[in-house]
């Protein structure tokens, strides 16, 4: 007798423990009470971005109608807050692109950019060659002097088309050199893409090389 009384007992607190909880979980669905909240035991568990999007999600953005695919944007700088694309060339079996970022929403003028060289290797992927933290060298000490002197073309090309005319180009030039009273720097195949352009500009500038800025010693 004893037995069967135990017996009843556990099953009637098994009942009533599983009554509990199921009232528990399907009350705050059917509306209890004025104020009803949404039960946290059903609520969606949070999911959060890969470390791949996270990072993109920082990432300056493209001006408008400059496209950059996407295996050179993962490489780009968390700096700035847009870029521009002046120019891509290809250079021993890999693409190298030549960009232009800028710190603000305000600036257009390409000569007010920082450079960034990204190097997409179709087996490899792709590696930043020159950011915003880079010590100034000409192109042709990261790619070679072919590659230079075509994406050096392409940038003032591109920076004259931007600004409008080659003469507002060529004003805008001009006035960056002469602010700097002989510390502006030109590599010898920005001074050649000028040339070829036929835009004039001040002589006070400094040439740019590989030995203008000493390197770090390891």
């Given at each position: 007798m004893t037995r069967r009384c135990f017996s009843n007992r556990t099953v009637v607190t098994l009942c009533l423990s599983f009554t509990v909880g199921l009232l528990?979980?399907?009350?705050p669905l059917l509306g209890w009470g004025q104020n009803?909240?949404?039960?946290t035991l059903l609520a969606p568990v949070p999911t959060h971005p890969s470390p791949t999007v996270a990072a993109q999600s920082y990432l300056p953005s493209p001006l408008p109608d400059i496209e950059l695919p996407d295996t050179a944007r993962i490489c780009l700088e968390a700096f700035g807050e847009r870029f521009d694309v002046f120019g891509t060339v290809q250079d021993q079996g890999k693409t190298a692109y030549l960009l232009g970022l800028y710190s603000d929403f305000v600036t257009t003028n390409p000569l007010g950019a920082s450079d960034e060289v990204i190097v997409v290797d179709p087996q490899r992927g792709c590696d930043r060659l020159v950011d915003s933290t880079s010590t100034r060298r000409p192109l042709n000490s990261y790619i070679s002097t072919k590659a230079a002197e075509?994406?050096?073309?392409?940038r003032y090309k591109h920076a004259i088309a931007q600004l409008g005319s080659l003469e507002a180009f060529q004003q805008s030039l001009t006035d960056h050199i002469n602010a700097e009273h002989g510390l502006?720097?030109?590599?010898?195949?920005q001074v050649n893409?000028?040339?070829?352009?036929?835009?004039?500009?001040p002589d006070t500038?400094?040439?740019l090389t590989d030995d203008t800025f000493p390197k770090a010693k390891p």
């Open positions: 528990l979980v399907t009350l009803p909240q949404p039960s075509s994406l050096e073309l392409k502006y720097l030109l590599s010898a195949q893409a000028l040339k070829q352009l036929q835009i004039s500009f500038y400094r040439t």
